[in-house]
């Protein structure tokens, strides 16, 4: 299948925009990413907010966050805060030199991986098999440009990372790291491993989030220019992921998160032809979020969009009452998907199709849209057809319930977060409650300058600085009891009923759905007395349970979205403009070299 051009340049399966050939041909364009340190840009840059990030253990416990370049966790089933720790088995305030911008854990639960600005990936192992609070980085992964977006494989023999250079990477795990410390041969307890190899790439431009479907068939990458690749999951990662199965095409801003649905996280890849299906026979889907306040469905065999929701600003006077705040084009609706779904596209006033615009300049934090909402973040659950997402900048989150006998989605709760805090990451955990962290720590900025051991000493004591006092908000959003016995069993019955209730509707609408309804995606926000771990959660993962918590993470978090929506506007440089980067950015290496 033919990619779609670029700037007059096409996109090579397996050989695309990577290292300094990807900066060339961004210089010869005359853009720029703002903000950052590998554009060959001359001075000193500035800092950026790092959002707080979070990740569960697959059986719960631990929960996992981020601050600045610490690591924080919370074994529930000891009480405890995790330590992490050196492979020398010393203790860490911090796990990376700058601040952290991805955290994973393994499908199987045995391995984390943290990435952060220092251009490190680092990957940690229980210190023993029967524990879960103590954890010891067993690697150390240096990496050419600063990590993007992360995630693992589904059976985690792969982990796979992005950089700010539109590249993709494969490390393979071995089998024996992914038991405890105490299986590593070697005193330190590090891993012998081979270098991450390239997998795929995007052509000049930032992938800014990737999913891997559960049975490993597909992975799909987003970037910065709107554009989804959608490629197939090669069986010998290491030896690159050359065969694309479709592009998704359509978005008018830059990718904030992709989740494939309609797939329980058991799921399993055939091997006799690769296929991956649920228990009723139905393929995933892969939904996307956007900065051009919209959220899409795809059918990833063909790139086909199936759905297209629309984010308006929420109705007042509270969020929860009158009007749905999420919209759906009439023509995208259930109503309307038997002729959607003969198009290469779908096609709706003010909505670009495959088409149409893929651009990179976008505006504010909407993405062009003057008047709507976008996803900063989203989760699915166990079952793959509840799907939560955080509102970029708002203290909000919304649920939405796939259908697949419809092949759509269907707004069923919005959720007002305590404190007026914006989330900037959230997760499931297997008995259906929905963690949420806001909060954000500044990153160092970067110099152009040949940077010193000392000077690397002095960076990473002002990160460890920034790390410790960083403070950031939990919140739990817990199903109402009506709910709990269908989220613990994958939800398959409220699936049904949502199903059901939505075969009446054909016109496409959304129904609007208040705090008053009920059914089994009702979600509540708990009180900090009663969410699990108590007080002693609180501490080890907001840093602090003072009042003036809350009121530090709405302020960071909220400087985070900014900071990311400046980060990913593009700059167009004149001829003497970027000549005069070339030279700085050339003088650099040189001094570099020698």
Not at 81 to 87: E, N, Q
Not at 349 to 361: D, I
Not at 432 to 439: C, M, S
Not at 521 to 543: H, S
Request: proline share 6%; with cysteine.
């Amino acid at each position: 299948m033919e990619a779609e051009p670029q700037a007059g340049k096409e996109e090579v399966p397996g050989k695309m925009g990577t290292g300094d050939d990807a900066c060339e041909v961004q210089q010869e364009a005359g853009i720029e990413e703002t903000g950052d340190d590998d554009g060959g840009g001359g001075g000193k840059k500035t800092g950026s907010l790092a959002p707080s990030l979070l990740a569960l253990h697959p059986s719960g416990s631990p929960v996992f966050t981020t601050a600045g370049a610490a690591i924080r966790g919370f074994d529930l089933s000891s009480g405890s805060a995790v330590a992490f720790k050196s492979g020398d088995g010393a203790e860490r305030a911090v796990a990376h030199a700058d601040a952290i911008r991805a955290v994973c854990v393994d499908p199987t639960g045995r391995v984390v991986a943290t990435a952060g600005d220092d251009k490190i990936v680092n990957l940690w192992v229980r210190e023993n098999a029967s524990t879960l609070n103590s954890w010891i980085c067993c690697h150390k992964e240096k990496v050419p440009k600063r990590v993007s977006a992360m995630g693992f494989n589904s059976d985690g023999r792969y982990l796979l990372f992005a950089d700010k250079f539109g590249v993709v990477h494969a490390l393979a795990v071995p089998p024996f790291a992914n038991e405890s410390a105490s299986t590593i041969p070697s005193s330190s307890n590090q891993l012998a491993m081979e270098t991450a190899k390239q997998l795929l790439g995007h052509c000049c431009s930032i992938i800014t989030c990737l999913a891997v479907s559960h049975g490993s068939r597909f992975i799909a990458t987003g970037d910065r220019d709107g554009k989804i690749r959608v490629s197939v999951f090669p069986d010998h990662p290491l030896e690159g992921a050359h065969e694309i199965q479709s592009f998704c095409l359509g978005h008018t801003g830059f990718l904030t998160a992709l989740a494939f649905v309609g797939e329980p996280a058991s799921a399993k890849r055939c091997e006799t032809d690769g296929t991956v299906a649920a228990s009723d026979g139905s393929q995933p889907l892969l939904l996307s979020a956007a900065a051009d306040a919209t959220v899409r469905l795809w059918d990833p065999q063909d790139g086909r969009c199936l759905q297209v929701l629309r984010m308006p600003p929420p109705p007042a006077p509270a969020l929860g009452e009158g009007p749905s705040p999420m919209a759906v084009d009439p023509a995208d609706g259930r109503g309307e998907l038997a002729e959607a779904e003969g198009k290469g596209s779908v096609e709706t006033e003010g909505v670009a199709n495959s088409e149409g615009e893929a651009g990179g300049s976008r505006g504010g934090r909407t993405g062009g849209a003057a008047d709507g909402l976008s996803l900063v973040a989203v989760a699915v659950d166990s079952s793959g057809c509840l799907v939560a997402g955080a509102v970029a900048g708002s203290p909000h989150v919304c649920l939405l319930r796939f259908d697949p006998a419809a092949r759509a989605l269907q707004l069923v709760q919005w959720i007002t977060l305590n404190d007026g805090v914006p989330p900037t990451s959230l997760a499931f955990s297997p008995d259906g409650k929905i963690w949420t962290v806001a909060g954000a720590a500044e990153s160092l900025p970067s110099e152009d300058s040949v940077v010193t051991p000392e000077a690397e000493a002095a960076a990473a004591a002002t990160a460890a600085r920034i790390a410790l006092a960083a403070v950031a908000r939990i919140l739990v959003l817990s199903p109402a009891p009506a709910a709990a016995a269908a989220a613990t069993e994958g939800a398959t019955a409220g699936a049904a009923g949502a199903a059901a209730d939505a075969a009446g509707d054909t016109t496409g609408a959304l129904r609007s759905l208040n705090q008053e309804d009920s059914g089994s995606e009702k979600y509540q926000v708990l009180p900090d007395g009663e969410v699990p771990g108590g007080n002693d959660l609180l501490v080890a993962l907001q840093g602090s349970v003072l009042e003036d918590v809350a009121d530090a993470a709405r302020e960071a978090a909220k400087g985070a979205v900014d900071g990311l929506w400046g980060a990913m506007r593009k700059k167009d440089y004149g001829e003497d403009e970027r000549e005069s980067r070339k030279r700085r950015r050339n003088d650099k290496k040189s001094k570099a070299a020698n």
